[in-house]
């Protein structure tokens, strides 16, 4: 049986206050306290409240044929060739898409959703910024989805929104690299992150731990250099490499690999002789090197189209009793020159 749409009205009659309060709380407006926001939010959530005023019901609504895309950064290689994978089956299914880019900006991103949500778009696709993820602040994507709109999260996500998402196994990826390093007989092993606040470094960082735990390497934090404002990544390397002895690098992002491979020819190590070093996302500056960076594929485009597929999907055979899915993509390791050679497949 199909159960009765919950009304403005209904949810201020059983919080005992006003419908303009009700519409200020799921409208995540600093109006309203935030004990009085979140209770509102998640009765709103539970009861699967759409606003009929606002947002026609996806039964009746005519498609517009038109997507959102929220990344967090255009000039990042990875983003740039899942954007291309959005693209491509948004284009073959007769979609059109307006992109914003949240410049790993809170700010930019719920004022992108907001301008998106008023242009009544089919739904939207999004990776959390980073400043997003550092503040836990999700209720614009929450108040998105309880007005209906279907949103699938890639890549960066969270658990404390419910919704379709499709990630990269970023634990494995760290993992196969780590293990790459050990088969090829390398023990001490620093890492070089600049994302470390984002899910997707902290995975790779777990990921690095378990394989060395699994070897009975000890853990050294000293090892671990996390890149921000006040820590740049030549300075944490000229320290680390002036006290410890390091043949291997797992660099968590492709900039950080590029960075780290001049610095350490130019500290006179030979790569991959005396230090060998891999780095994430295989985009272009990896191939174009010397020596040729090893680098972890996540499959950027093959994860935009998938994420796109699933949207459509949703869009286009309803949403009205929710069930969602997670798709994780896999990883692999594309070996060069600034490795030695294994035998293994990873």
């Known amino acids: 049986m199909k159960r009765k ?4 009205k209904d949810i201020a009659k059983e919080f005992d206050v006003s419908i303009a309060t009700v519409s200020k709380a799921l409208n995540d407006s600093y109006e309203i306290s935030i004990k009085t926001k979140t209770k509102i939010q998640e009765y709103a959530k539970v009861h699967n409240y759409k606003p009929s005023n606002s947002v026609p019901d996806n039964s009746s609504k005519k498609s517009i044929k038109t997507i959102g895309v929220i990344i967090p950064n255009m000039l990042n290689h990875f983003f740039t060739k899942v954007f291309v994978g959005i693209e491509r089956v ?38 959390i910024a980073e400043e997003t993820q550092v503040k836990q602040r999700f209720s614009h994507l929450q108040n998105a989805i309880n007005q209906g709109i279907p949103m699938v999260m890639m890549d960066r996500v969270t658990d404390k929104i419910e919704c379709d998402k499709v990630i990269v196994n970023d ?16 023990k001490n092993i620093a890492i070089v992150s600049n994302i470390h606040r984002l899910s997707v470094g902290k995975l790779r960082l777990e990921g690095y731990k378990r394989a060395l735990k699994e070897v009975n ?26 006290s410890r002895k390091v043949d291997a690098i797992l660099c968590l992002e492709e900039d950080s690999a590029i960075s780290t491979l001049k610095l350490v020819i130019s500290k006179g190590y030979k790569v991959p002789e005396d230090i060998s070093i ?20 996540q499959h950027s485009t093959y994860l935009g189209e998938v994420a796109t597929k699933i949207l459509i999907d949703k869009i286009e055979n309803g949403n009205i009793e929710p069930s969602y899915t997670t798709k994780i993509i896999k990883t692999n390791l594309i070996e060069r020159e600034s490795t030695k050679a294994s035998s293994k497949q990873y």
């Open 5 to 8: 749409r919950i009304t403005l």
């Open 90 to 127: 948004a284009t073959q299914s007769g979609y059109n898409l307006i992109t914003c880019i949240s410049n790993e900006s809170y700010e930019k991103e719920a004022s992108a959703m907001e301008l998106l949500k008023n242009s009544r778009l089919d739904g939207f696709i999004l990776s």
């Open 171 to 186: 634990e494995e990826g760290g993992y196969n690299a780590t293990k790459y390093f050990i088969e090829t007989g390398c």
């Open 217 to 242: 390497i000890p853990i050294d934090e000293a090892l671990i250099l996390k890149i921000d404002k006040f820590n740049d990544v030549d300075t944490l390397l000229k320290i680390v490499l002036g």
């Open 278 to 297: 891999i780095g994430f996302t295989n985009g272009v500056l990896p191939r174009y090197v010397t020596p040729t960076i090893t680098t972890i594929s």
